[in-house]
Structures are given as structure tokens and as C-alpha cells.
């Protein structure tokens, strides 16, 4: 029997913003995170001397840390991280702050991620994006991760009888919700025969299975209760968070993820069941990815995926809503703020702010986070319950 974990009582999440999504753009990440940060500081009234806590997610803020950016932005923070994660990093950088917030060592935190994308962005982060990448794949031509998740879908499609028509429908969902959030890069409607009709990538991987880079940023702020009430914010709270790295390194290829192995802790901290989610927020830089969360965070078992689906709707109004602002695939993938995205959109759900893309009665929000693609395999896995005050 395991310890008991602490539940997060007393902390919550606020002032949810997102900096709308340029393909390219000629500023720095600095900037972007700036614009963030600065955006949801003014949702609460705050000044930066106010904040005393600052937590960083980015790709392409190189040669400089966050250290440098406590400088760049006249922040002194009395507590500073950073969370270089990937997709998994904003439910790992809720974990942290929240605790710091609980332990008192500050008050309020931003937890911002941000990057930009200029014409070689991509590239360059892809050369060095780790030591597995430079020496054992890049020098082969075999620099993006297009090629890995096409062995992985097809890995999946002959393992479980899935069909591209199974990843389409989550695709030309996720278009659908994107056409209402006002920020999403793609704003062209999506049929199911387009998907299957878009031009190969990488075999079986097409045009619309793949995110694409943009710039962007995204941020929220950790704070007490008392203090969101003091403030008159609406805020959410942590009904529980968990996360997990290099989980089932013995597997040969990778169709299951790090949920798993803490998925008892993930709802039963949180007093609740899958079926008790009003909406659902994967991380999905393909869209076999959404289907391997969906599976391992409890909803179907391993495998049952493509069935559990193709009964149910995955738009904004429908049964199961899915990546409710049109995820990464439609809105774009903003470097780090990919880990972000569904967290914020599910912080606006549960606190009715959410807008156009707002499910009705939204009371509970599950989101999960993957990131690190180590050569064969993405190491980082979190997920958290959001509940409605």
C-alpha cells in the first residue's frame, strides 16, 4: 500500500490567457512569454513586484534561462522553475507551483510557456533537440518525429484492427471545435474525405495527422483560494495531478504511457471516475497519441480505443468533448505551450469563461500531458482532474 498523497486543498488555478498563434513570427520567445505573462498579470490586478513565483516552459529561449528572463522582465521572483518538458509541462508545472503555494514558499505563481517559430526554428530545434536525436538519428536524415509516428501508428493499426477512418474522426472533430475558438491557426472546415484524401507524410501518416509549429504562448497563475476570492477571481481547483517518466522502458515500441501506472491515484484523489468528466483535453501531436490516452487514462481498455470512439461525438456539444479549442492539431503547436494548451482551455471550462468553446454545465476537466520524443519514445507523461469552484 502506498503513502497517501497530499491532496492540493487550498490552492487554485486562475487568470487562464492565451496569446493568439502566428505561423511565424519575427519576435522572440522572450517575447511571446512576455506577452503572456503581462496578460495574465492584468487579469488579476497584479503588478509584476506583486509576483513572487515564476515558473518558464520553452524550446527557444536558448542561450538564455529563465534566470536571464527574471532580468529581461524586472521579476524577482522568491521562487523560480523551469519545467523543460515538452508536452507534458504544464500539468508538471501546475504540480510544482501548487506545492510551493502549500509550502508557503510563494504566493503567487505564473506559470507561463512560450516559443516562437521562425522559417528555421523547427529545424534547429530538431538538430539538437537531444543527445538520442543528434547521434543516432539525425545524421541519418531521420531529424522529425514524422517518421517515429508512423511506425508507432502503424504498430497500433495492425496490434488492434484500427483504421485511419478511427484517427480521422478524432482530426475532423478537433477542426470542428477549432472553427469556434477564436485563436486556432486552422480555420478550414475539415471532412472526413479530406483527411483520407491529404497528401502522404509519412506511411500512414498524412497531412492533417501531423500539428503544425507556430508561435505562441500561453499562461496561468497558482495561487490560495483565499487569495483568487480576495481578489474576486474565478478560479479552479486541483481535484488531483500526477505524473511519470521513462514508465515501461521494457516495452519494444511504445502503445502505452506513463498514465497507467498512476492512474488509481489520479482519480481516486480526486474522489471521481472517467465517466464523471464533463470534458476531456489530450495532448495530440498525432492523433494516435490521443487515442493511447484515452485508453490509458481509463476510459476503454488497451486497444478499444477506435470502438470507444466511433460512438461517441467529440465536438464542443456532443458526449464525449475532445481537445474542446481544436488542440494542437487545429490550433497550432506553439513549441512548450503545446503542454499548455488544454490546460488553460480547461481552466476557462471549468470557470465558465471559455466563450465560444464553452461545454455546457462544464463542472470537471481532465487533461493529460505527453512530451520528450527520446529517439523512440516520449518519457514524459502527466495528467490532472480540474474541478468547478
Not at 504562448?217 to 476570492?229: G, I, K, N, P, Q
Amino acid at each position: 500500500m502506498g503513502r497517501r498523497r497530499q491532496s492540493y486543498d487550498g490552492v487554485v488555478l486562475a487568470c487562464p490567457v492565451s496569446i493568439p498563434y502566428q505561423r511565424y513570427s519575427v519576435d522572440t520567445a522572450h517575447w511571446w512569454i512576455a506577452t503572456a505573462l503581462r496578460e495574465t498579470l492584468k487579469a488579476a490586478k497584479l503588478t509584476p513586484k506583486e509576483l513572487d513565483g515564476f515558473s518558464v516552459s520553452s524550446f527557444t529561449l536558448f542561450p538564455d534561462t529563465p534566470v536571464g528572463l527574471t532580468q529581461h522582465l524586472g521579476l524577482s521572483p522568491r521562487w523560480l522553475d523551469m519545467i523543460p518538458m515538452g508536452g507534458a509541462s504544464g500539468v508538471v508545472a501546475l504540480r510544482r507551483a501548487a506545492r510551493a503555494v502549500q509550502a508557503g514558499d510563494s504566493d503567487i505563481v505564473a506559470c507561463v510557456a512560450g516559443d516562437t517559430n521562425h522559417i528555421d526554428s523547427f529545424r534547429r530545434m530538431l538538430s539538437s533537440f537531444s543527445r538520442f536525436a543528434m547521434d543516432a538519428s539525425y545524421p541519418y536524415g531521420y531529424g522529425g518525429p514524422n517518421a517515429n509516428f508512423a511506425l508507432l501508428t502503424d504498430r497500433y493499426m495492425t496490434e488492434f484492427n484500427a483504421t485511419r477512418e478511427d484517427f480521422g474522426r478524432i482530426c475532423v472533430a478537433q477542426r470542428a471545435n477549432a472553427l469556434n475558438y477564436p485563436g486556432a491557426i486552422m480555420k478550414k472546415p475539415l471532412t472526413l474525405e479530406d483527411y483520407m484524401n491529404a497528401r502522404p507524410i509519412a506511411d500512414p501518416i498524412a497531412l492533417f495527422d501531423c500539428v503544425m509549429p507556430v508561435a505562441g504562448s500561453e499562461a496561468f497563475l497558482v495561487m490560495t483560494e483565499d487569495e483568487a476570492v480576495r481578489r474576486d477571481l474565478p478560479f479552479a481547483r486541483i481535484g488531483s495531478a500526477i505524473e511519470r517518466h521513462n514508465a515501461h522502458a521494457e516495452d519494444p515500441i511504445q502503445l502505452r504511457g506513463g498514465w497507467t501506472v498512476d492512474l488509481d491515484e489520479l482519480y481516486g484523489m480526486a474522489q471521481a471516475a472517467p465517466t464523471d468528466m464533463d470534458l476531456v483535453q489530450t495532448y495530440d501531436d498525432y492523433p494516435v497519441i490521443s487515442m493511447m490516452q484515452i485508453e490509458d487514462l481509463g476510459f476503454c481498455g488497451k486497444g478499444e480505443g477506435p470502438d470507444f470512439l466511433r460512438d461517441k461525438d467529440m465536438t464542443i456539444t456532443g458526449d464525449f468533448p475532445h481537445n474542446t479549442n481544436g488542440g494542437q492539431l487545429s490550433a497550432g503547436q506553439a513549441g512548450a505551450a503545446g503542454g499548455f494548451i488544454g490546460l488553460v482551455e480547461a481552466i476557462r471550462q471549468v470557470t465558465g469563461q471559455a466563450g465560444p468553446t464553452q461545454v455546457k454545465d462544464a463542472k470537471k476537466a481532465l487533461v493529460s500531458g505527453f512530451g520528450m520524443i527520446n529517439y523512440d519514445r516520449g518519457l514524459c507523461t502527466s495528467a490532472a482532474i480540474l474541478e468547478a469552484a
